[in-house]
């Protein structure tokens, strides 16, 4: 029970990180309706940046770490926000109105090319860091003297999550921007005649996303205490398949699949095989795609003919 | 012979989520007839076709197809090709579904395709080029020059389907439907978009099709030149149930029809009113 | 393109050297802040097994300054070329002569290919090169069957090739079996696999069954690097048997080919006999090809691609005609794959992965959607163009990453920009691929 229960917290923290990257995919289908191949390598471009920001400012002689902390995530949510929006500039808005195919490869080359670009700029080896953030609480303490832990650092990871997903859930639901996202959503012609800026609100759904992610991947770094330059290929993976999980198009949809996928990944390596666990999340798109095509919280389609 | 009714719907019912598209409506096709189902816009009639044509599975109700030998196809037991394939239903679409990168004659050589799949040997006999292929080739482009040159478009025949003018884009539709050989041919609104002349034209080829290729039409449109002229029969829709049906006669003259139509749009209750005089 | 990037085109002529000078210098500041922290800080784990850094300003420096030359540079381009939607007119001459080439093309690249052994026989790494061309114009072509005719967007074709590769490795070390009985039942069981996955997902959307078909390429590689037992794992399979000419090996000893014929044995005869057997393998794939298209099951593949639904009111079993097309794709990548490992000698998991997927892909995109002629260019041009980047080392997948970029934004719909139609009556005349569909999704 005790096992059950950590690996429970362990789920659900793995399953955040997810999540906050699932949001990317999800905005960004639901506005341009395709799959950002290069979702992931942002959320791996986020991570570089929050460590490079990090041991920059440490070496700069600032010491108090939540200020450290809270700089390192406003500089890697800002620059990795500016990727988003130079790899929508560049690989997407030419092929927008195009064959449906091309964006999808350009998508693919643009991974290629933000994976190669870290691994030419930052080195093909792994980046540790020592833990940043250390101590927590001991909640529960088995007579075989399993312990269940609930440490800070999962803490922040959670609470990190649910702040920036209310933050973002307002946006999309009570500004002028989301309002924007939501009617380039159901018909960008339309919006466009209304007077909504199509290009800015696409830009700016991406620019979103890759702020989200850049997040991702400053807890993924402050959690796992390692970055390195493929990072983003499978957990872009994950993520995706939790965004379908949850419906594709959906906010909350988008961190429920998250947190799905966080813990059946968990509770598979815990109890089955740890080799085998990223086949069992790959497995799970496949049989979710298969039998619930429209998510958890996603909209039935009804076929037109 | 057996039997004069070819399609006999009964009790069919379409419920999408809590809305009530089609509501226990019965009605009869004859066979060798036209039958024409009319009714103001979003009255059901795309939806009846959808469930008669397998896209849709009917929440109830029964849709009995009999052929000239007499054996009856229950089509709600069918789902989508296999209604095509086995109780030879065709269609057309409303907003036409031409495959436009490949040419006409091409459409037309892919409505033959199950035909073809036995002649070719499931694809191995045509690998090898098998003389019993050649000629079932040849035979398939022969019928497919047939009624290219009965829709009056032999001359565009290695055009692709997309370039060609709205006109006719649905006359080729209807070639292509009636190239998959079929006993009920349901057309959805096959005059929408067509001018005084190319209707008329369009009413000569339906006719046409009933008398010599004994095939029974179902159709749904909205020109009520067309449906006065060439229905043996009027089936009228509103709100997914029944409101009357009879000769195109007795339909124009059931006020219950004319008020359908005043109620949902008066510009077609006076089409409806004014066509056939 | 929306009005408000129209308006901006006439004013853009009008303000020139400004104009151009502002967009240079925005460009430059978005690079300075993207690059500040990725080029202008490196990393590296120190001696001590914690992190330590140096800065580049240098670097960083001459990046941006790259990127305000290189913006300037694009906007004169631009700027002489014109809006990108300009009719440009071709005199007919010009045409005429294109068309004649556009005819000439093929035949002439056939014979060039079939005397690439006798022009190039002293030089080992061309005819290597050129069995690797082949070898990827093969699984080119196979793709092309799964994206280009039927229109299902494939992104673990490499799974195919995979088992075929080790069907083959596995059947021969295993049981001993030659070349030519494992190669058609690499073939069937990269098919059988091609059905296996196909039933459940064909129904799919294009963007999910892309997805879908990529998580199963990966969880074949997965599973053939933890199978350590039966794989080897992440050593792979070595000491795959080499092929044989129908029995007689290929090697220096006594019942070799050289010495039955009576000729000096040279190790230089197995690469040209590797690159005939690719070859007759590729234009097999090819023949095959082209005759199931005028076939009703190639016909019914792109009548998928163009609408879905009218193939079902016509009663074709889409499901079906979906799994033949995935499953003949599957086939030819497993024979692509078994000739590979006969050819390596050695295969292991690095082989798989999904740049290989993407690489093949991008192949058939590039080449133009269902053209052979533009699938088998593409792949010249692409493996030629990897080549030429080796020396670059670990900037070739940047360079090749880019170069996808650029492709699609300069050619959308590929090198060969229209497709011929299957049967005719009078005239045989291209269909502008404007008019042809990409699938359904």
């Known amino acids: ?305 | 012979m057996s039997g004069e009714t070819i399609l006999s719907v009964k009790g069919l019912s379409m419920r999408f989520g809590g809305i009530v598209a089609v509501n226990d409506l019965s009605f009869d096709a004859g066979r060798r007839k036209i039958t024409a189902l009319i009714g103001p816009n979003g009255a059901g009639k795309t939806t009846v076709f959808n469930c008669i044509t397998g896209f849709y599975r009917p929440s109830g109700g029964s849709i009995a197809l009999t052929h000239d030998d007499g054996k009856t196809i229950q089509l709600e037991r069918l789902n989508d090709f296999r209604i095509s394939k086995q109780a030879r239903v065709a269609r057309t679409f409303q907003n036409i579904r031409l495959f436009p990168g490949m040419t006409a004659l091409e459409n037309l050589m892919v409505a033959q395709h199950n035909a073809l799949m036995r002649a070719s040997g499931l694809t191995f006999l045509g690998l090898i080029g098998a003389p019993s292929w050649r000629s079932a080739e040849a035979r398939a482009i022969e019928l497919a020059r047939t009624w290219l040159t009965r829709v009056g478009l032999l001359d565009r025949a290695d055009d692709a389907a997309g370039n060609l003018p709205y006109g006719d884009q649905r006359r080729l539709e209807i070639a292509r439907a009636m190239c998959t050989e079929p006993a009920l041919l349901c057309l959805d609104e096959p005059a929408a978009g067509l001018n005084a002349r190319e209707s008329a034209a369009l009413s000569e080829l339906l006719l046409s099709i009933r008398t010599e290729q004994g095939t029974s039409i179902l159709l749904i449109e909205h020109d009520m030149s067309v449906v006065m002229e060439i229905s043996d029969h009027v089936v009228v829709m509103d709100y997914g149930v029944k409101i009357a049906e009879g000769t195109p006669q007795s339909v124009r003259d059931d006020p219950k029809v004319i008020a359908a139509y005043l109620g949902a749009d008066e510009e077609e209750a006076i089409a409806v009113m004014e066509s056939g005089t | 393109m929306t009005t408000s990037a129209l308006e901006k085109k006439p004013a853009s002529r009008a303000s020139g050297a400004a104009f151009i000078l502002k967009k240079a210098t925005i460009s430059a500041l978005v690079a300075l802040v993207l690059f500040s922290l990725m080029i202008g800080v490196r990393t590296e784990a120190g001696p001590q097994g914690g992190l330590i850094y140096w800065t580049r300003f240098g670097d960083l420096a001459a990046i941006v300054a790259a990127v305000f030359g290189g913006s300037i540079v694009i906007e004169l381009l631009r700027q002489w070329w014109g809006p990108a939607d300009k009719v440009r007119v071709v005199p007919p001459a010009v045409q005429n002569a294109l068309s004649l080439a556009g005819r000439l093309i093929a035949p002439a690249l056939l014979i060039f290919t079939f005397l690439v052994p006798v022009i190039f026989y002293d030089q080992r790494y061309i005819l290597d090169l050129a069995i690797l061309v082949l070898t990827y114009v093969m699984l080119g072509w196979g793709l092309n069957v799964v994206v280009g005719l039927a229109g299902l967007l494939d992104l673990g074709y490499v799974a195919f090739y995979a088992v075929g590769a080790y069907s083959y490795a596995l059947l021969a070390t295993n049981f001993g079996l030659s070349f030519w009985v494992c190669l058609p039942l690499a073939g069937i069981l990269a098919a059988f696999w091609g059905v296996l996955l196909g039933f459940p997902v064909l129904r799919l959307r294009g963007d999910y069954l892309a997805i879908v078909t990529l998580a199963f390429g990966e969880i074949i590689r997965l599973v053939i690097i933890n199978w350590q037992s039966l794989t080897g794992g992440p050593n792979g399979i070595s000491g795959i048997p080499r092929p044989t000419l129908f029995g007689i090996p290929l090697s220096p000893g006594e019942d070799g080919l050289a010495a039955r014929l009576g000729i000096e044995f040279s190790p230089t005869h197995r690469i040209v006999f590797l690159f005939y057997l690719i070859l007759a393998m590729a234009l097999l794939t090819n023949w095959v090809t082209i005759r199931l298209r005028r076939l009703p099951i190639g016909r019914a593949w792109e009548a998928l691609r163009e609408d879905e639904v009218a193939c079902r009111a016509l009663g074709i079993n889409t499901t079906t005609t979906k799994l033949t097309a995935f499953a003949t794709g599957a086939m030819f990548g497993g024979f692509a794959g078994a000739f590979f490992a006969t050819r390596q000698g050695f295969i292991s998991p690095e082989s798989f992965t999904f740049q290989e997927s993407a690489l093949v892909l991008a192949i058939v995109v590039l080449g133009g959607m269902g053209s052979q002629l533009g699938v088998a260019l593409a792949a010249l041009a692409m493996i030629g163009g990897f080549e030429l980047f080796r020396g670059l080392d670990q900037y070739r997948m940047l360079v090749f990453g880019m170069a996808m970029v650029l492709l699609m934004i300069w050619r959308p719909r590929g090198l060969i920009g229209h497709r011929a139609p299957t049967v005719y009556l009078e005239r045989n005349q291209a269909i502008s691929s404007d008019l042809v569909k990409e699938g359904h999704g």
Request: charged share 10%; with cysteine; proline share 3%.
């Open chain 1, 1 to 305: 029970m005790d096992y059950f229960a950590q690996q429970l917290i362990n789920g659900l923290v793995l399953g955040s990180i997810y999540g906050l990257i699932a949001i990317g995919y999800t905005m960004v289908y639901g506005i341009v309706g395709m799959i950002n191949f290069a979702h992931g390598d942002i959320f791996m471009i986020g991570g570089f940046i929050a460590l490079i920001s990090f041991l920059v400012l440490v070496s700069l002689g600032l010491t108090a770490i939540p200020l450290v902390l809270f700089i390192v995530l406003l500089v890697s949510m800002a620059i990795t926000a500016l990727y988003g929006w130079t790899v929508e500039r560049i690989a997407y808005r030419p092929l927008r109105h195009s064959f449906r195919l091309a964006p999808m490869l350009s998508a693919i080359g643009m991974s290629f090319v933000l994976t190669n670009f870290s691994q030419v700029a930052q080195g093909a080896r792994v980046k540790p860091v020592p833990p940043i953030i250390t101590g927590g609480y001991t909640l529960h303490e088995g007579e075989s003297g399993f312990v269940v832990q609930l440490s800070n650092i999962q803490i922040i990871v959670v609470l990190a999550t649910v702040v920036l997903l209310a933050l973002f859930t307002w946006l999309v639901s009570r500004t002028r921007l989301g309002r924007d996202m939501r009617a380039c959503e159901q018909d960008q012609t339309m919006a466009a005649l209304l007077g909504v800026d199509v290009d800015r609100t696409i830009s700016m759904t991406f620019v979103i996303g890759a702020a989200l992610a850049a997040v991702a991947g400053m807890m993924y770094l402050l959690y796992y205490g390692l970055v390195d330059f493929f990072m983003g290929f499978v957990a872009g993976i994950k993520a995706f398949t939790a965004a379908v999980l949850g419906g594709i198009g959906s906010l909350p949809g988008a961190m429920l699949g998250g947190l799905a996928i966080g813990l059946i990944e968990t509770f598979w390596s815990a109890y089955f095989s740890v080799e085998y666990k990223d086949v069992a999340a790959f497995s799970i798109l496949i049989v979710v795609l298969i039998f619930l095509p429209t998510g958890l919280l996603g909209r039935p389609e009804v076929e037109k003919v």
